[in-house]
């Protein structure tokens, strides 16, 4: 008994620690003068900071960060130097829109309550570029298209007062925004179209079909008529991108894999195409677009910059660029050739000293590039900047 009873008091003193007098009393001593120093020091003042009511002033790019598997974002730059003014969040598989003063953005996205299934909700969020705020939603029904970023799909009409939202469940059809309502006011259907060119004038717009004509839409409230044109491309032979571009005199630019550029006029009840042009005639090594936002119009000098890459094949439609091509609208004439790697969109200011600013799918950067000392035309890369991620469109906006 009595070897247990030391056993068990062995095990109790295991569990303390006994420190002897005079040491106890030297410790006690050291943390004391660590904290009178503490004691004496200045009182803590805590860092302030601020939020800025409104971002910076100037010009503005805009990059469409579509996701498919979180948040979408479209982050704003100034066009001068490319430094970050913010964000205006979304949902996932965001399209946007720019109002023609830049001072408002429209971003069609989704809201996947549990991502993988379950109820999906459509929302048009209608945001404030100043204070990079919300305004306005407007819930649309989803049956509105889930794709990454690209134009043609969320469109403004003429006086901006309705917006058209591209469906497809696959079928195809437009929805009518009455924007000042909030509301969803007609739903146009269009088979075997795809993609929103609204008129200049009016509140009818046109969209390409499988057919190789297109097809204009005349809304009146919750009505609307139809008129198709004949057949303007081939479909099989050289079809054309969804993407386009409006020149300064009203016409259309219509761009196909292979090359030609079409200018149509769609301000009758049909559209007719005027004139063709072929932007790589007589140029060795299979040169054709590629991307998405793959032209774009600059109105001081009539030009269309466009994003191409050599030895062309079956399916190239979407590779990045090596170049970008400076095209004369006035002159018919091919201008320039600036070496420009993996952008897949651009956009350009409208500037008689254009600047534009590209989607680069390989660096996941915005780039921007401006005239070179070179003349004609010719650009060279002056910055990017990589917080906007992966990108297949973007636009410009103007004080």
Not at 29 to 46: G, N, R
Not at 67 to 83: E, K, M, N, T
Not at 241 to 261: C, D, M, P, S, W
Not at 337 to 346: D, F, K, Q, T
């Amino acid at each position: 008994m009595t070897l247990t009873k030391q056993r068990s008091k062995t095990r109790n003193l295991s569990h303390r620690v006994f420190t002897p007098a005079p040491l106890a009393a030297c410790i006690a001593t050291l943390l004391l003068s660590a904290v009178m120093p503490a004691a004496q020091a200045e009182p803590f003042k805590p860092e302030v900071f601020s939020v800025e009511k409104t971002i910076q002033p100037g010009p503005n790019v805009f990059m469409n960060e579509a996701a498919w598997g979180g948040a979408s974002q479209i982050h704003v730059f100034a066009q001068d130097d490319l430094h970050y003014k913010g964000s205006m969040p979304a949902g996932i598989t965001s399209q946007m829109k720019v109002s023609k003063d830049g001072k408002t953005v429209y971003v069609l996205s989704d809201f996947a309550k549990r991502i993988t299934y379950g109820p999906v909700e459509s929302v048009v969020q209608v945001y404030d570029v100043d204070t990079l705020s919300r305004k306005k939603e407007i819930i649309v029904p989803n049956k509105a298209v889930k794709s990454i970023g690209m134009t043609q799909l969320l469109e403004l009409s003429a006086d901006e007062k309705l917006l058209y939202v591209q469906n497809a469940t696959p079928a195809t059809s437009v929805s009518v925004i009455d924007i000042a309502a909030g509301e969803v006011i007609a739903e146009v259907p269009t088979p075997g179209c795809y993609g929103v060119y609204p008129a200049l004038k009016g509140t009818s717009f046109s969209t390409p079909c499988g057919t190789g004509q297109l097809k204009t839409f005349t809304v009146k409230g919750k009505e609307y008529s139809v008129e198709a044109s004949g057949k303007l491309f081939d479909v099989d032979a050289d079809p054309i991108y969804i993407h386009t571009q409006r020149r300064k005199n009203g016409e259309l630019i219509l761009t196909t894999f292979g090359g030609a550029v079409y200018l149509a006029d769609d301000s009758g009840k049909s559209v007719k195409i005027k004139e063709k042009l072929q932007l790589n005639a007589g140029i060795e090594g299979d040169w054709v677009p590629g991307g998405y936002a793959i032209t774009a119009y600059n109105e001081a000098n009539d030009m269309i910059f466009v994003l191409m890459h050599p030895d062309a094949y079956d399916g190239s439609h979407k590779d990045a660029s090596a170049e970008i091509w400076g095209y004369s609208l006035k002159k018919k004439k091919l201008i320039s050739r600036s070496p420009a790697e993996h952008l897949v969109a651009l956009t350009v200011t409208s500037s008689k000293q254009p600047v534009i600013f590209g989607s680069n799918e390989e660096d996941e950067t915005i780039d921007q590039y401006v005239l070179s000392k070179d003349g004609d035309f010719m650009f060279e890369k002056a910055a990017a900047d990589e917080k906007a991620g992966w990108t297949t469109s973007l636009a410009v906006a103007h004080d």
